[in-house]
T-cell receptor
Framework: QQQVKQSPQSLIVQKGGISIINCAYENTAFDYFPWYQQFPGKGPALLIAIRPDVSEKKEGRFTISFNKSAKQFSLHIMDSQPGDSATYFCAAGYGGADGLTFGKGTHLIIQP | DTGVSQDPRHKITKRGQNVTFRCDPISEHNRLYWYRQTLGQGPEFLTYFQNEAQLEKSRLLSDRFSAERPKGSFSTLEIQRTEQGDSAMYLC??????????FGQGTRLTVV
């Protein structure tokens, strides 16, 4: 049973545009929602994370929007750059206890 | 380098052989996690330790998989009698309590 559904599977955005990746979860016990960025051959690196007591969190060009009632959260990358080209994973967890449940990933390509 | 360190980075083994991977977490981190990542998928949680105690191991993929963290510092993941389906990237992550988990670069296993 896939507990975190991520879309789209792949995404092409022009340089300077906004990249939007969406995730939906099923388990209402989740209380920690991070986004990770992964380059080929590397481990995932944390980009930004949110807890369900806030609806939005912004760090630089990256913003998480969180909708608790819909059990959905999304990543927005503003002013997307070619260096942002990577695979992005959403995840959900229980505040660090136990492991994270990851989505299947979104392969993002930023065209110059 | 004070990040999570994994060794080896790559391992090629013949089917039926045993393999062992090592993970050195960030020094002050008390939690250590193991994940498996197959091509085109997100990381899949396997097990985790708090200090030397293994608090979750029900998601280890089979009884051929085992993990240890004998002194609460480094950890090893062993796969006995490897099968071709074990070919994947094995990722280690560590955290200080329920704070952010940092991933290592992973060990890529190829079973031939």
């Amino acid at each position: 049973q896939q507990q975190v559904k991520q879309s789209p599977q792949s995404l092409i955005v022009q340089k300077g545009g906004i990249s939007i990746i969406n995730c939906a979860y099923e388990n209402t016990a989740f209380d920690y929602f991070p986004w990770y960025q992964q380059f080929p051959g590397k481990g995932p690196a944390l980009l930004i994370a949110i807890r369900p007591d806030v609806s939005e969190k912004k760090e630089g060009r990256f913003t998480i929007s969180f909708n608790k009632s819909a059990k959905q959260f999304s990543l927005h990358i503003m002013d997307s750059q070619p260096g942002d080209s990577a695979t992005y994973f959403c995840a959900a967890g229980y505040g660090g206890a136990d492991g994270l449940t990851f989505g299947k990933g979104t392969h993002l390509i930023i065209q110059p | 380098d004070t990040g999570v360190s994994q060794d080896p980075r790559h391992k090629i083994t013949k089917r039926g052989q045993n393999v062992t991977f090592r993970c050195d977490p960030i020094s002050e981190h008390n939690r250590l996690y193991w994940y498996r990542q197959t091509l085109g998928q997100g990381p899949e949680f396997l097990t985790y330790f708090q200090n030397e105690a293994q608090l979750e191991k029900s998601r280890l993929l089979s009884d051929r998989f085992s993990a240890e963290r004998p002194k609460g510092s480094f950890s090893t993941l062993e796969i006995q009698r490897t099968e071709q389906g074990d070919s994947a990237m094995y990722l280690c992550a560590s955290s200080l309590g329920d704070r952010v988990a940092f991933f290592g670069q992973g060990t890529r296993l190829t079973v031939v």
